[in-house]
């Protein structure tokens, strides 16, 4: 019998830290963005419930590799506070929340 709460189509990857150790990483999703001619991917640590509260990370695919389909290679960190508001705007997005809350907080560190 399966179980049906593993979702056999998720997508894990392994990042290697600097110290050599290895995490694994479930695939929240990817997206490629014209305006900055980079592809992006978000993960989470792997293993995560669906109720617990996770960090999830950023990072640019290399140069050429398919959102659709990564091929694996030198995850790049995204530089630009440009590209951050970018990538949270597309996760607000994909999670459909609307800008109300970050709006404000915007407005507030402005005064």
């Given at each position: 019998?399966q179980?049906?709460a ?7 990857i392994t ?7 290895e ?8 997206f490629?963005?014209?305006?900055f001619?980079?592809?992006y991917i978000?993960?989470y640590p792997?293993?995560?419930?669906d109720?617990d509260?996770?960090?999830?990370q950023a990072?640019a695919?290399p140069?050429g590799?398919?959102?659709?389909d990564?091929?694996g ?9 440009k ?7 597309v996760?607000?997005?994909f999670?459909g929340?609307?800008?109300?809350q970050?709006d404000?907080?915007?407005d507030?560190d402005q005064?």
């Open positions: 019998m179980n049906m593993e979702d056999p189509t998720q997508q894990t990042l290697v830290d600097e110290n050599g150790d995490t694994l990483y479930d695939v929240f999703f990817t490629k963005s014209e305006d001619d980079r592809s978000l993960i792997a293993g995560k419930k109720d509260e996770v960090e999830i990072y695919l140069a590799d398919d959102p659709s990564p091929q290679g030198e995850l790049q960190p995204i530089q630009t506070d590209e951050w508001d970018m990538i949270e705007s996760l607000n997005t999670l929340k609307d800008g109300d970050n404000q907080a915007q507030d005064k």
